[in-house]
């Protein structure tokens, strides 16, 4: 079955700090991919998506890159805030006769001052 | 555009009570998903619903849980006698068709406690 696979939170980075979170997957078929953040006490918000192989997602400075020959889509950003302290969630949407979003485990940003 | 809303954002259970969590999809939206997150966990896909349709609730528990979307109103999903396991977060999402490149967009999610 489809799964998502994220590295170990949490991450305790310093502001401008580079970030990355790995996110690998299996799937069926050829998946869209996608970056959910999930601010404290809030819903998940779409940060960036990617549908097919070498997209690359991108927004608010965060990117990744749909890489089909190393499964993987992961998360970066150059230069991190305060603001950016969150749980980042990585998932999938295999359309293989799917309607769902399967979602790796999530890892938890702190970016402190 | 309002988007996902979901209510009540808290809601407190004794066991044995009844759940019931409600979810209005985005305007236009006319598919529901239902997703649960256990403490430290990430989201896991409950059930599916298009108006007055069930299409897939392979993620759903066989027992207690049930969700409904029906033509006019909110979409519920109703747990029945509720077990201190029952406890966690519930996410609705909606999409304006199924999904495929679409994009689901999250509620705020209702909390679930139960004592």
């Known amino acids: 079955g489809d799964s998502v696979t994220q590295m170990e939170g949490p991450v305790t980075l310093s502001e401008e700090a580079f970030l990355t979170i790995n996110c690998t997957y299996t799937?069926?078929?050829?998946?869209?991919l996608f970056w959910y953040v999930q601010y404290p006490g809030e819903g998940l918000q779409l940060l960036l998506k990617?549908?097919?192989?070498?997209d690359k997602g991108s927004n608010k400075g965060f990117e990744a890159t749909y890489r089909k020959e190393t499964t993987s889509f992961h998360l970066e950003k150059g230069s991190v805030q305060v603001s950016d302290s969150a749980v980042y969630f990585c998932?999938?949407?295999?359309?293989?006769?799917?309607?769902?979003?399967?979602f790796g485990k999530g890892t938890k940003l702190s970016v402190i001052p | 555009n309002a988007g996902v809303m979901q209510n009540p954002r808290h809601l407190v259970r004794r066991r044995g009570q009844e759940a019931r969590l409600r979810c209005s999809p985005m305007k236009g939206h006319s598919h529901v998903y239902w997703y649960r997150q256990l403490p430290e966990e990430g989201l896991k896909f409950m059930v599916y619903?298009?108006?007055?349709?069930?299409?897939?609730e392979s993620g759903m528990p066989k027992e207690r849980f049930s969700a409904e979307f029906p033509k006019e109103g909110p979409s519920i999903l109703r747990i029945q006698q509720v077990v201190r396991g029952d406890s966690a977060a519930y996410f609705c999402?909606?999409?304006?068709?199924?999904?495929?490149?679409?994009?689901?967009?999250f509620g705020p999610g209702t909390r679930l406690t139960v004592l």
């Open positions: 998932a999938l949407y295999s359309g293989a006769g799917s309607y769902q979003l399967t």
């Open positions: 990617a549908t097919k192989a070498d």
């Open positions: 799937a069926t078929g050829y998946p869209s």
């Open positions: 999402a909606s999409s304006p068709n199924r999904l495929a490149t679409d994009t689901q967009y």
């Open positions: 619903l298009q108006k007055e349709n069930i299409i897939d």
